[in-house]
């Protein structure tokens, strides 16, 4: 029996276990079985780490650090993530289950975000006032807000890491990383390169746990001044509760049932391809997935025959392995729900077009096979469901005003597609979809330079691009008297 690799948390710059010595176990998504040890964290190791982090932020070698040397901080962090892309990425396809050849890619671009944010930390600034008082000056310093609570989920880690930590860092807060309970492993490899890269004890600690007591207590401690959390509406309604208890600011993203709008005129290859990327890409576990596919009624028997044979040839198998298209769900909860939901749609009129099962050449792990359900009615229960699989809603429009309806007939509102050759309608359609992001003949791209987010249910707060520092900062309006003259009398209105 190959023994378990353990692991250690990140806390004031040491690597220790939980103070009580529990564990939990970490599985592979595409075994079925258990590969490394993870700490369990108690809420006194989380105060250790949030006193911590407000120690570092208050004195000592990062609270005297100037802009330009957090920068360098960022940059160096940033040459090491895209220098160990591919050991990172084993680690995390063997934790998540997403495929190596996408997470070892996704490691090195993410290595530009904090490039970008290394560039931006001496570029945050205040201005002066045209204050309508004589021999008067006002201006605004940007200050940063103090510990960041940055809780993330399993999926698309690194790249949710570098968007919360970056424009924090860079502004001059310090952060407690929560990790998730599902794959904990990638971030605390991650943990290592903050310590290669020089940043003091403190500045960043990273803690593994599950949500009571591990991001209870994080979420509620008073020494915690932000919190940027990503995941499912359950939780973040706790979250919004327990910053109650500190009146932390506070951003939600918190995924989607995102509409991929396809019209009459559309590129039909095109289309096809960005949908299948959208859907079935990550395996679907993705927080913008395109899981509603809304097709013109002239198109859409063509465009199903091509993606239903494509879905069909996709090669499902070892996330490993370079040949494979398609790992495993990260989760047993993730397959049985949606099993349940792919059953329910059929009972309440679905046409299964592809996939509904467990592949059946495949004996262990939690896969599921690409699925295309077709929809009679907009109201069926998985049309605004949130599976967080490989599963596809399909239905029919006729008219632009009918698709707009239906695509924000929804409680989330993070991501859209609009596939159409005719600019003035994809221009027309991207203002009235209500997301946060609209893709234009194309689906899925990023870019550190480019806010995302969401409204509704989805969440609310902007990450990642300049303004994103700027949300790490509070101003502080400083008045200056240039007058000579004394101040006068204070009971004599002038």
């Not at 692991?7 to 592979?28: A, C, H, P, Q």
Request: aromatic letters at 8%; a negative charge.
């Amino acid at each position: 029996m190959t023994e378990l690799k353990r692991y250690k948390m990140l806390i004031d710059g040491n690597w220790v276990d939980s103070e009580d010595g529990r564990t939990f176990e970490s599985i592979n998504p595409a075994t079925g079985d258990p590969w490394a040890i993870i700490p369990e964290a108690t809420a006194g190791d989380v105060d250790r780490a949030v006193k911590s982090a407000y120690r570092a932020f208050t004195e000592g070698e990062w609270a005297r650090a100037l802009p330009t040397a957090r920068g360098k901080y960022l940059r160096k962090l940033g040459d090491l993530l895209a220098d160990k892309s591919e050991e990172l990425g084993r680690v995390e396809t063997v934790d998540t289950g997403k495929m190596l050849k996408e997470t070892r890619w996704q490691a090195k671009y993410i290595a530009e975000f904090f490039h970008f944010y290394a560039g931006c930390a001496d570029k945050v600034h205040g201005e002066t006032l045209p204050i309508d008082k004589p021999d008067m000056m006002a201006m605004t310093i940007r200050e940063p807000l103090g510990v960041v609570a940055a809780v993330v989920p399993w999926n698309s880690q690194m790249f949710l890491v570098a968007v919360k930590i970056g424009p924090a860092l860079a502004a001059g807060n310090t952060v407690v990383l929560k990790t998730s309970e599902h794959a904990s492993a990638p971030l605390l490899e991650f943990g290592r390169l903050i310590e290669e890269a020089g940043f003091p004890p403190g500045v960043v600690n990273i803690v593994t746990g599950h949500g009571d007591p591990c991001g209870k207590a994080l979420t509620s401690h008073p020494l915690v001044s932000r919190i940027s959390f990503t995941g499912g509406p359950g939780a973040a309604r706790h979250v919004l509760y327990n910053s109650a208890e500190n009146f932390a600011e506070v951003s939600l993203e918190l995924g989607g049932k995102s509409p991929f709008i396809v019209f009459d005129d559309a590129d039909v290859e095109s289309a096809v391809n960005g949908s299948i990327a959208g859907i079935f890409g990550a395996s679907g576990q993705s927080c913008v997935a395109g899981s509603r596919l809304y097709l013109h009624d002239k198109i859409a028997d063509k465009f199903l025959d091509t993606m239903v044979s494509q879905a069909g040839k996709i090669l499902i198998g070892d996330p490993l392995a370079e040949e494979t298209q398609m790992g495993p769900l990260a989760t047993t909860g993730q397959l049985d729900n949606i099993e349940h939901q792919v059953a329910l749609a059929q009972e309440q009129g679905g046409k299964l077009l592809n996939g509904g099962r467990r592949p059946p050449d495949i004996n262990r792990g939690w896969f599921y096979e690409p699925t295309i359900i077709e929809c009679p009615d907009q109201k069926m229960q998985i049309v605004d469901t949130e599976l967080f699989g490989p599963v596809l809603s399909v239905l029919r429009f006729k008219e632009e005003e009918d698709v707009i309806r239906m695509a924000n007939d929804t409680k989330h509102g993070l991501a859209a597609g609009i596939f159409s050759q005719n600019g003035a309608r994809t221009m027309r359609v991207a203002r009235q979809i209500r997301a946060g992001i609209v893709w234009v003949n194309t689906y899925r791209v990023v870019s550190p330079i480019a806010e995302f987010g969401g409204c509704k249910d989805s969440g609310y707060g902007r990450e990642s691009g300049m303004q994103a520092i700027y949300d790490y900062t509070r101003p502080k309006t400083v008045w200056i008297n240039t007058s000579s003259e004394p101040m006068g009398n204070p009971f004599v209105m002038r």
